[in-house]
């Protein structure tokens, strides 16, 4: 999703950010949120129990042994064949995929330490690749003084970015726009950064 190069500007982005205002900014980007094996086997299994019908649709000299064989090497090659990852996300419900995504993004702000901010004015911006899943959280310090339906407007800008494919782009954007309120809303004042300035990729 971004380069070397995004990488470095999203550190400087953050670190421009937080010269001008007391919030701690934090950006992580997951490849996946979740490898979805269970679900994946799920559907092995389940498409494997629809198919064990038809074993009497088989030949008369392939015996029940044979055909228990048959099924496993069913189950067994659409488990395999579901874990390609494409088709892994396919067959997710977007509404796990989603949820799968929103708990991550909330123990990487607890992970991250995000809550134990001086004056509890943490910000994470989230995004797992994979499901097309773009959050922004806030402590209680932020969240008092901004509604959350102006984070809203920038995580539906930052996702008609992504559907344009500016990836690296969108994510600057989305930082600035978040800098701009924090800027005029938490100005710095002696609370200091402590916090990394970078990127964090979750592979």
Not at 43 to 55: E, M, V
Not at 103 to 110: I, S, T, V
Not at 111 to 128: D, N, W
Request: with cysteine.
């Amino acid at each position: 999703m971004l380069s070397n190069t995004y990488q470095r500007q999203v550190a400087e982005a953050i670190k421009e950010i937080e010269s001008h205002t007391d919030a701690e900014v934090i950006a992580v980007v997951a490849r996946k949120a979740d490898n979805y094996l269970s679900i994946s086997t799920l559907w092995a299994a389940f498409l494997t129990l629809l198919a064990a019908p038809l074993i009497e649709l088989l030949p008369f000299w392939i015996n029940l042994q044979q055909a228990v064989t048959l099924l496993w090497v069913l189950f067994i090659t659409l488990a395999v064949l579901f874990r390609w990852h494409p088709l892994t996300m396919r067959l997710v419900p977007k509404k796990i995929k989603f949820w799968r995504a929103a708990n991550l993004a909330r123990r990487q702000f607890l992970e991250q330490g995000l809550h134990t901010t001086k004056g509890r004015l943490g910000l994470l911006i989230f995004v797992a690749e994979a499901e097309h899943y773009v959050e922004i959280l806030t402590d209680k310090g932020i969240a008092q003084r901004i509604n959350n339906d102006h984070w809203q407007r920038v995580v539906e800008n930052f996702v008609q970015q992504i559907k344009r494919g500016k990836a690296g782009e969108a994510l600057l954007l989305c930082i600035e726009q978040c800098g701009g309120v924090l800027r005029e809303t938490i100005p710095t004042s002696i609370i200091k950064d402590k916090l990394p300035n970078h990127l964090i990729i979750i592979n």
